[in-house]
């Protein structure tokens, strides 16, 4: 499996779900992975995952709300790597995502953004020149489902991905003249590590693996197959919204 060979790829929110999912996976393809998250232990655990799997990685610390650590979070990646070709965009904050409209408060709606759109945007910004001079660098974001179908009780949440994608798709425009692609994943996925819960209403009935169903659509975007698709959202949902714009 050597579809990301001489690639280096940042994966944030890589300690867990589907960020630990797509790291163990490009890093199964050959690229040298660097596992951003904000928590050491988990960082630790999947980097040792990779090398024990035969991988190459590197594991560093980071909370993306935060600018100072996002650039020195690419320094060592770059010092370590040479370069970035692949982003990975994932993390977020599950602790604050529920809302409803009505109850929503400023403050709440701040720390989606900071850990969204405002913190995604930091880390392609700081990412930019290596990815350019990368001549095919590739940048996945993840938005949701949640945001398209207006998902009650997640205000805050559905606002915060909805800018995601809007930033993506300018990016998309701004940056393919440096052979930058940029897009979005908005799956449906099983993370919490149980069955005991109502399928989704979905077509496929079921919630999809980080490492089955989702991974595979981030390793699609970061490889050689997807270079002539960027500013879309691809959307690994069983079929939730087939009807909705994409």
Same mark, same amino acid.
Request: glycine residues 10%; hydrophobic residues 45%.
């Given at each position: 499996?050597?579809?990301?060979?001489g690639?280096?790829?940042?994966?944030?929110g890589?300690?867990?779900?589907?960020?630990?999912?797509?790291?163990?996976?490009?890093?199964?393809?050959?690229?040298?992975?660097?596992?951003?998250?904000?928590?050491s232990?988990?960082?630790?655990r999947?980097?040792?995952?990779?090398?024990?799997?035969?991988?190459?990685?590197?594991?560093?610390?980071?909370?993306?709300?935060?600018?100072?650590?996002?650039?020195? $979070?690419?320094?060592? /990646?770059? !010092?370590?790597?040479? &370069?970035? @070709?692949?982003?990975?965009?994932n993390?977020?904050? #599950?602790? *604050?995502?529920?809302?409803?409209?009505?109850?929503?408060?400023?403050?709440?709606?701040?720390?989606?953004?900071?850990?969204?759109?405002?913190?995604?945007?930091?880390?392609?910004?700081?990412?930019?020149?290596?990815?350019?001079?990368?001549?095919?660098?590739?940048?996945?974001?993840?938005?949701?489902?949640?945001?398209?179908?207006?998902?009650?009780?997640?205000?805050?949440?559905?606002?915060?991905?909805?800018?995601?994608r $809007?930033?993506?798709? /300018?990016? !998309?425009?701004?940056w &393919?003249? @440096?052979?930058?692609?940029?897009n979005?994943?908005l #799956?449906? *996925?099983?993370?919490?590590?149980?069955?005991?819960?109502?399928?989704?209403?979905?077509?496929?009935?079921?919630?999809?693996?980080?490492?089955?169903?989702?991974?595979?659509?981030?390793?699609?975007?970061?490889?050689?197959?997807?270079?002539?698709?960027?500013?879309?959202?691809?959307?690994?949902?069983?079929?939730?919204?087939?009807?909705?714009?994409?």
């Amino acid at each position: 499996m050597s579809r990301l060979n001489g690639k280096v790829a940042i994966v944030t929110g890589a300690s867990r779900g589907i960020g630990r999912a797509a790291a163990k996976l490009l890093a199964a393809e050959g690229a040298e992975v660097a596992v951003l998250s904000r928590t050491s232990e988990g960082v630790d655990r999947v980097v040792a995952d990779i090398v024990e799997a035969g991988g190459t990685a590197l594991g560093v610390v980071c909370d993306i709300s935060d600018a100072n650590q996002i650039k020195a $979070a690419v320094d060592k /990646v770059v !010092a370590a790597y040479g &370069g970035i @070709d692949i982003l990975v965009n994932n993390a977020f904050d #599950p602790s *604050a995502p529920f809302s409803s409209i009505i109850d929503l408060s400023i403050e709440q709606l701040q720390r989606n953004f900071d850990v969204g759109p405002i913190a995604y945007l930091r880390t392609m910004q700081a990412c930019y020149p290596y990815l350019k001079a990368s001549g095919d660098g590739r940048i996945i974001n993840f938005g949701s489902m949640a945001g398209i179908v207006g998902l009650t009780g997640y205000g805050p949440y559905n606002m915060a991905k909805e800018a995601v994608r $809007a930033l993506t798709r /300018v990016a !998309a425009r701004e940056w &393919g003249a @440096d052979k930058i692609t940029v897009n979005n994943v908005l #799956p449906i *996925a099983n993370t919490w590590g149980t069955d005991e819960i109502p399928p989704p209403n979905n077509a496929l009935g079921r919630f999809g693996s980080a490492e089955e169903d989702i991974a595979p659509v981030v390793l699609f975007l970061a490889s050689k197959d997807a270079q002539f698709l960027t500013g879309y959202s691809l959307t690994p949902d069983g079929g939730a919204i087939i009807d909705s714009a994409r």
